[in-house]
T-cell receptor, first 115, second 115 residues
């Protein structure tokens, strides 16, 4: 069983809808991440939260809005998306330090389809 | 800027044989970490093995070993005694000390294990 839980597993939405992706971890990790993965491509970093504060935004369009309500939860709010935003959205968490492996643990992903 | 290159889009191996997946990297940071992840068709990214740039010995984890050649900037993954369940996408990734929250992935290699 994965230690990072993402919901929903699948989401279909229209371009005018507002929806949210949710991610939860209980490993005591203080960094949480959103990655976007298009078909047959590697994951690409979108956002990083460190100690519940946004530390990295990789120039992501404002129709994606991240939120970190507490150290265990990470949300990605979606609004006015485009069909090209259809992808697998992966959440990950890790200890937040630069030494050692600092391995990212990923969830199973939320597969988003925008019609 | 860091860069990861995986030149093998696909690899085939027979069950019980060993296989090497290639990865080269480029960085000007003397302190960095190299990772291999496995992604089955289900979508979850599974951590396999880690090598730090200052580690003197090659990393090993069960059937996985990392052939780290620092001067050549290569970090190849060796899977011994392949199993049918090893069929998946394999991503090499790197994180630099100066930007330790950014884990950047290569393009991946799809491995197919045949009986």
């Amino acid at each position: 069983d994965t230690e990072v839980t993402q919901t929903p597993k699948h989401l279909v939405m229209g371009m005018t809808n507002k929806k949210s992706l949710k991610c939860e971890q209980h490993m005591g990790h203080r960094a949480m991440y959103w990655y976007k993965q298009k078909a047959k491509k590697p994951p690409e970093l979108m956002f990083v939260y460190s100690y519940e504060k946004l530390s990295i935004n990789e120039s992501v369009p404002s129709r994606f809005s991240p939120e970190c309500p507490n150290s265990s939860l990470l949300n990605l709010h979606l609004h006015a998306l485009q069909p090209e935003d259809s992808a697998l959205y992966l959440c990950a968490s890790s200890q937040d330090h630069g030494s050692g492996a600092n391995v990212l643990t990923f969830g199973a992903g939320s597969r988003l389809t925008v019609l | 800027a860091q860069k990861i290159t995986q030149t093998q889009p696909g690899m085939f191996v027979q069950e019980k044989e060993a296989v090497t997946l290639d990865c080269t990297y480029d960085t000007s940071d003397p302190s960095y970490g190299l990772f291999w992840y496995k992604q089955p068709s289900s979508g979850e990214m599974i951590f396999l093995i880690y090598q730090g740039s200052y580690d003197q010995q090659n990393a090993t984890e069960g059937r996985y070993s990392l052939n780290f050649q620092k001067a050549r900037k290569s970090a190849n993954l060796v899977i011994s005694a392949s199993q049918l369940g090893d069929s998946a996408m394999y991503f090499c990734a790197m994180r630099e000390r100066t930007g330790f929250q950014k884990l950047v992935f290569g393009t991946g290699t799809r491995l197919l294990v045949s009986p």
